[in-house]
């Protein structure tokens, strides 16, 4: 079984219960903060993509001949802002500057002032618990670590 937790995730000399604690909190809500932007973005695209297949409707409602209406939707509807004055593209670049880009900063400036930049952790502190059993709930095990890690260099053993 490969070393746990491997040192890359390895808590630093000198880094306390809390300190891990609260950068794993920190971890959390960037994460948290990636699932919304790609909800976000996935708005973007989806409107996007709407506003397009409208443009076609658009066109085929002439060529139908409901000219009133179809003159309707596309002075009304169609290009029409998501938010005042704001396309999609506007409000996700208005995110990414004004949250994304300090929020990542942050938590990388937490990471590497707190734990050296290691990532996860307290994530990889639980992975020994639950497969160790010191973990009130957990049992030892699983054995399922395999001794080659595709992709890291590393030869299989």
């Known amino acids: 079984m490969p070393e746990q937790p491997d040192p890359g995730h390895r808590r630093p000399v000198g880094a306390d219960d ?45 060529a ?28 996700v670049e208005a995110f990414d500057d004004t949250y994304w880009n300090v929020a990542v900063d942050l938590e990388r400036e ?6 050296g930049g290691r990532r996860h952790v307290h ?12 973990d009130d709930a957990a049992l030892p095990g699983p054995d399922d670590d395999v001794a080659d890690h595709p992709g890291d260099g590393r030869p299989a053993t």
């Open 64 to 91: 139908a001949g409901h000219h009133d209406l179809a003159d309707r939707v596309a002075t009304e509807w169609l290009g029409r802002n998501a938010l005042p004055d704001r396309w999609t593209f506007e409000v």
């Open 18 to 62: 809390g300190t891990v604690e609260a950068v794993g909190k920190v971890s959390e809500a960037y994460e948290w903060m990636i699932r919304a932007r790609g909800s976000l973005y996935a708005f973007h695209q989806e409107l996007g993509r709407a506003d397009l297949i409208l443009g076609e409707a658009v066109l085929q409602l002439r």
């Open 110 to 115: 937490v990471r590497e002032t707190l734990l």
């Open 123 to 134: 994530e990889s502190e639980m992975k020994v618990a639950r497969r160790d059993g010191s």
